[in-house]
């Protein structure tokens, strides 16, 4: 099996925006010389939310930044194929900031996420 080095870091997002940040473009780039260098792979790009706003606001959004991602993704030369996305919404928090919790921004702000997942090699 080949190791590749494709980083899998979050991306994170500013609180009710799906556009993407200058940080998260700079790591989508890097991964996508990888995913360009082996064309067997193929990801999920899961979006997230934090606490805040109801749940059906957190999976409109959520889907948002998905296709966002996704899109970046397929504008950059990546097959649609190759790529897949699920909105999770505020369902899979990182820490304890739900909404019984007060947290500060930098906390809600690890929960504002797309992950990016290799489901097949």
Known sequence: MVKIGLEL????????????REDAKANLDSNIEILKKYPQLK???NGH???????QRNIYLS????TAVRKYLIDA???KRRISQSA?????LINECDD??????AKHQLNR?????????
Do not use: H, M, Q, W
Request: with cysteine; aromatic share 8%.
């Open 100 to 105: 019984n919790v007060p947290c500060d921004n």
């Open 43 to 45: 990801i999920v790009v």
């Open 9 to 20: 870091k979050p991306l994170y997002f500013s609180f009710d925006n799906e556009s993407l």
């Open 88 to 92: 999770k919404g505020e369902a899979f």
């Open 63 to 66: 889907d948002r930044r998905a």
């Open 77 to 79: 030369g990546i097959a």
């Open 113 to 121: 996420r797309v992950e990016l997942k290799v489901v097949k090699k």
């Open 49 to 55: 939310t934090d606490s805040r706003g109801g749940p």
